[in-house]
């Protein structure tokens, strides 16, 4: 059974890997996921600036293993750290993993100064822009800024000046869909979506001490895991039937197993992130996912993932 995939020019051995933020931060977790059995790994979301982000406890798992808030509040390293990490990166690696690294900027500006950076420096890692974090205090979604997310399109999109992808929130409403589609259309260098990051501002609450879960905001931050499967897939689905021939997308979100990996291919996922099921059963999922996905392939007849992505059946 073939698990490979392409994605931005680059081939994954397989198409598992690690969501933006989990077990990503330091140099010795990045690691971990090079000698994992993912197919490859992304780093977290980089700030101009290092930044602790918010105050602990600032991340937990729901009651019943549903899924998990999070308001980590853009802790990391600063960029020039994960562009160290990616200059000294091992690109012939024996399994064959591609790098891809996420940026998170607070401003445009921000962002604009990354790319250039990742852009002298000319290396084969993939950029995933994030759009889509819900943490930060005072900084609303750019994702969820239809004009502030297609002007700042317009500033990296010719900056970056290679293919590069987009981390988008969840969206809601048919007609997002369509607006966001409409924008990613316009640039011929976004050649992927990862979709989704958290569904933002939740409040989870725990009935015994009557007070929420996590520190930050009130205890209000973004929801992950198996809860958010279905507006993951529909998310995925949305956007593989509108984006231009060529341009791909990545799943993220609700994977636990083989099946939701199985589903979000089903939906259109070229490859598939996991993050809340990584944080908490750590980097051996990607091997018991993987063996559970081709179990589950093998049973369905399928040889390749080509043979059923995005085929999705309606009523
Ligand atoms: O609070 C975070 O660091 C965070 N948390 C998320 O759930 N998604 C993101 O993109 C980010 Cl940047």
Do not use: W
Not at 13 to 34: D, H, I, K, T
């Amino acid at each position: 059974v073939d698990l490979s995939t392409t994605i931005a020019g680059v081939k994954l051995p397989n198409l598992l890997l690690n969501a933006s933020g989990v077990n990503c931060r330091f140099e010795n977790e990045l690691q971990q996921l090079v000698e994992s059995k993912s197919g490859s790994l992304i780093t977290k979301s980089a700030t101009l600036n290092s930044r602790e982000g918010n105050p602990e406890p600032r991340y937990a798992p729901l009651a019943g293993s549903i899924g998990s808030i999070n308001s980590m509040g853009l802790p990391n390293q600063g960029y020039e750290y994960y562009l160290n990490y990616a200059k000294n990166f091992d690109y012939n690696n024996t399994a064959g993993k591609p790098l891809f690294i996420s940026l998170a900027g607070l401003s445009l500006a921000e962002n604009k100064t990354m790319c250039e950076a990742f852009r002298d420096a000319n290396l084969p890692c993939v950029l995933e822009v994030n759009f889509s974090c819900p943490n930060v205090p005072g900084k609303p979604q750019v994702g969820y800024d239809m004009e502030a997310m297609e002007q700042a399109l317009q500033v990296l999109d010719p900056i970056i000046g290679r293919p590069f992808g987009i981390k988008l929130p969840p969206y809601f409403d048919i007609a997002h869909f369509d607006q966001a589609a409409a924008i990613f259309n316009k640039f011929d260098n976004v050649v992927f979506v990862t979709c989704i990051n958290s569904v933002g501002n939740g409040l989870a609450i725990d009935l015994d001490s009557e007070t929420a879960l996590i520190k930050p905001k009130d205890g209000f931050g973004g929801l992950g895991g198996l809860l958010v499967l279905p507006t993951a897939l529909a998310n995925v689905n949305a956007f593989y039937r509108r984006l231009k021939p060529g341009k791909q997308v990545i799943g993220c979100g609700g994977v636990t197993s083989g099946k939701e990996v199985f589903l979000h291919i089903l939906a259109g996922a070229s490859a598939v992130e996991i993050g809340t099921q990584l944080m908490e059963e750590g980097t051996g999922v990607f091997e018991r996912v993987q063996k559970e996905l081709v179990e589950l392939m093998t049973a369905k007849g399928y040889k390749s993932v080509e043979e059923f992505r995005g085929k999705v059946k309606t009523l």
